[in-house]
């Protein structure tokens, strides 16, 4: 609530989020990255319609590629890594 009423700007440094409704994806953001991955293919198909939507793995720095348009995850690992 406390950044719902703008009484604070920042809460945390990364947010977390899961699916598994249609693939199982978990993603990590902080203020410049976003991390989506997936255990394997089978995990990040989508079960309606068989197509994995985007990589297994994807890494956008969001800072400078807002609309998510350059996965770097092949370029820049050590940053997923960590």
């Known amino acids: 609530m406390p950044l719902i009423k703008g009484e604070k700007k920042n809460i945390r440094n990364f947010i977390y989020a899961e699916?598994?409704?249609?693939?199982?994806?978990?993603c990590i953001r902080t203020k410049n990255y976003k991390l989506i991955t997936?255990?394997?293919k089978e995990d990040a198909t989508c079960s309606c319609c068989g197509i994995i939507h985007g990589d297994v793995n994807e890494l956008y720095n969001v800072a400078?590629?807002?609309?998510e348009s350059k996965n770097l995850y092949n370029e820049k690992g050590e940053i997923a890594q960590k």
């Not at 699916?19 to 978990?26: H, P, V």
């Not at 400078?64 to 609309?67: G, Q, V, W």
């Open 38 to 40: 997936a255990k394997n």
């Open 19 to 26: 699916e598994y409704y249609k693939m199982t994806k978990k």
């Open 64 to 67: 400078e590629d807002p609309k």
